[in-house]
């Protein structure tokens, strides 16, 4: 990584927890060809999720840089109300109406949540005058957060936390399971 990042940690309230660290956020950068993320100045780690709806947000502090802002959420939390009806949870590891997996809500957060924010700092129509046209927004930066996803975990990546790769057959298999053992009333 030829830039620095810097990186700013709230302690969040509550029994509010930070999912992820800027080790796992600088792996994903990492990945990324730099050009993507060039802009990136700050990642702010902070308890600003307005009640779980919000995950992450970004935001243009200069011409030509930015910062995204990752929440802090409750220990206890189930993403699959946020996910369009594209999305399934299992691509996290996790079960639509179940209790996500601590893996499962990290995934998301580093896979999907981050390339979401990165693909907002997008610049889709470099003439634009107004900065809303300039830069992509919610549906752009979805279709940057998928491709940029399935590109990575298309290949095995070899880190020690599961995280960086998609969901394995064993875990997806104990999920089923999990299942089968607590069927619903």
């Known amino acids: 990584?030829?830039?620095k990042i810097e990186f700013n940690r709230k302690?969040?309230?509550a029994d509010r927890?930070?999912?992820v660290s800027e080790?796992?956020?600088?792996?994903?950068?990492?990945?990324l060809p730099q050009h993507l993320w060039e802009g990136l100045r700050e990642i702010h780690f902070n308890d600003q999720s307005k009640?779980?709806?919000?995950l992450g947000y970004s935001g243009h502090q200069r011409r030509k840089s930015y910062e995204i802002s990752i929440c802090a959420l409750p220990p206890r939390y189930s993403i699959s109300e946020l996910?369009?009806?594209?999305?399934?949870p299992s691509?996290?590891?996790?079960?639509?109406?179940k209790q996500w997996p601590k893996i499962a809500i990290r995934r998301f957060i580093l896979y999907d949540v981050l390339l979401h924010e990165i693909g907002h700092n997008q610049i889709i129509d470099p003439k634009a005058k107004s900065v809303r046209r300039k830069y992509a927004q919610e549906r752009k930066s979805d279709d940057f957060a998928?491709?940029?996803?399935?590109?990575?975990?298309s290949s095995h990546f070899d880190h020690p936390d599961p995280v960086h790769n998609p969901p394995s057959k064993e875990e997806l298999e104990s999920l089923h399971k999990e299942e089968e053992n607590n069927p619903p009333n």
């Not at 080790?23 to 990945?31: A, I, M, Q, S």
Request: proline share 2%.
């Open 91 to 97: 691509i996290f590891g996790a079960k639509r109406g």
């Open 11 to 13: 302690k969040p309230g």
């Open 23 to 31: 080790e796992d956020v600088l792996t994903v950068l990492n990945r």
């Open 146 to 153: 998928a491709f940029w996803r399935k590109k990575l975990w």
């Open 17 to 19: 927890i930070h999912y």
């Open 1 to 3: 990584m030829a830039k």
């Open 51 to 54: 009640g779980g709806r919000t």
């Open 83 to 88: 996910l369009l009806r594209k999305k399934s």
